[in-house]
């Protein structure tokens, strides 16, 4: 099994294993150069290159946990993150077309956050989320968190995956375009009315 469960910190980055530029560097690639990256990459992680297979963790990881944290409690998100990238690992020979591996693990993380769903049973506490350097806050800002992410919870799925994406795991609409396959165009929709409705639910539940 491959060693991805955590960020790298490695100087081995994916632009090193597959020869083009990092989408992550001086600016946002053209899709075709991420799809050919994307290609490369899974080809040598079908083949067993570890390396390969963390390159594409590090390189999906953000959307992936925004998917499923617009599905899952924080504490959830992260053990399903797990199981999303497991799966992939061991279904990689599955994926039929290669340079759209990042839709591919999308589906994984929404079919695995739906299983959970169905085998959760009732809490018989609240469950609890956390916003990023949530370390330092108070009690009521952590409550504040929590009520934050129920309530993105509550959009549809596009806007809330989307939102999750961007105001929790901080990517840009580019690259929330990139990782997910869709248009910059949809991002931006998606992102400009989910936010609204967004505040709508927040100023209807008392937030100022």
Excluded: C
């Excluded at 050919?36 to 290159?49: K, S, Y």
């Excluded at 599905?71 to 020979?93: C, I, K, N, T």
């Excluded at 375009?177 to 709508?200: C, D």
């Amino acid at each position: 099994m491959p060693s991805w469960r955590a960020r790298s910190t490695s100087t081995s980055s994916a632009s090193d294993l597959a020869g083009v530029g990092s989408p992550r560097a001086g600016g946002e690639p053209a899709r075709g150069e991420s799809g050919v990256l994307d290609e490369m990459l899974v080809q040598r992680a079908r083949d067993g290159d570890h390396a390969a297979f963390r390159a594409l963790y590090e390189r999906y990881a953000a959307m992936v946990h925004g998917v499923l944290l617009a599905r899952a409690p924080r504490q959830d998100a992260d053990d399903l993150m797990q199981d999303v990238f497991l799966s992939a690992w061991q279904g990689l020979h599955k994926l039929r077309d290669d340079e759209h591996v990042g839709g591919w693990l999308a589906v994984i993380a929404r079919n695995r956050a739906a299983r959970f769903h169905m085998r959760a049973k009732p809490a018989a506490e609240p469950l609890h989320d956390e916003l990023p350097d949530a370390r330092a806050e108070s009690s009521d800002e952590r409550h504040e968190g929590q009520e934050a992410l129920s309530l993105l919870r509550r959009l549809p799925d596009a806007y809330r995956e989307t939102l999750a994406m961007r105001l929790v795991e901080g990517m840009t609409g580019p690259q929330i375009a990139e990782a997910t396959g869709l248009s910059h165009g949809s991002v931006r929709v998606n992102l400009s009315r989910g936010m609204k409705k967004y505040k709508e639910l927040l100023k209807a539940e008392g937030w100022s």
